[in-house]
């Protein structure tokens, strides 16, 4: 598969599991699931979703853009997928969470001008996944620009490796939102992450800083 293909594929597949969650916390079934059930939206209507459709567009145009740019050092579309590649996911991911962790913690939580940047998220206090997508561009787009960053310095990777990064770093990012607490098994480490990002949005002043997963707070003495 191309690598352009390949974008594609995983922002399709990206779109399906947002309005797959979406829709499982808005359904009856999995009302019973929600984490914080009692608490309302904040945002509704046109100010929402003009943000969340506006920044799926702006999501899927950097990806692209990014992707575009930086092609010759994220990808060589002549590698094949192997077994040392599972490994280079793991530690694309873990590099990136690392590095997001201190990008979340110090300048969206303590530096004066992306600490407003990064309020705009936290209006919400019981995220869904819908409010996976209410952020400021700016924010959206520093994240997007640290993985790219992350998987030039280990690349260029093979269009599988780059691919399957994309679906867990998106796949994972819509999860920890999802605002459902599913006791099934499969689910549970899943919900866990998806708890703990609840708590963090909370207020402006909790932990649970890392985004993919709960490693670093643990280490770094911020998990909640």
């Keep these: 598969m191309s690598l352009w293909w390949m974008v594609t594929l995983v922002l399709l597949v990206s779109g399906l599991v947002f309005v797959a969650v979406a829709a499982a916390w808005s359904s009856q079934w999995g009302s019973q699931y929600r984490i914080r059930p009692a608490l309302a939206r ?9 943000r969340v459709l506006g920044n799926m567009a702006l999501s899927g ?4 853009a990014m992707t575009f740019v930086a092609q010759a050092w ?5 590698k094949t997928f192997g077994l040392g590649d599972a490994a280079q996911i793991v530690g694309i991911l873990l590099v990136y969470d ?12 303590q530096w004066t001008r992306l600490k407003r940047v990064h309020t705009v998220h936290h209006v919400i206090r019981a995220p869904t996944a819908v409010e996976s997508l ?13 993985l790219t960053l992350v998987v030039c310095a280990f ?14 770093h998106g796949t994972l990012n819509i999860i920890v939102h999802a605002g459902l607490d599913l006791p099934f098994f499969g689910f549970r480490a899943l919900s866990f992450l998806s708890r703990k990002h609840a708590t963090h949005h909370i207020s402006m002043r909790g932990g649970n800083y890392a985004s ?13």
């Design 42 to 50: 904040k945002v509704t209507g046109l100010r929402l979703w003009g």
């Design 61 to 64: 145009a950097a990806v692209f």
């Design 155 to 168: 690349g260029p990777v093979s269009v599988a490796t780059y691919g399957i990064v994309l679906v867990v």
């Design 74 to 78: 994220l990808v060589d579309a002549s």
């Design 134 to 146: 209410y952020l400021h561009p700016v924010e959206l787009l520093l994240g997007q620009l640290l």
């Design 98 to 109: 690392l590095l997001y962790y201190f990008l979340h913690r110090y300048p969206f939580h």
């Design 212 to 224: 993919l997963t709960p490693l670093w707070d643990m280490l770094l003495g911020t998990a909640e």
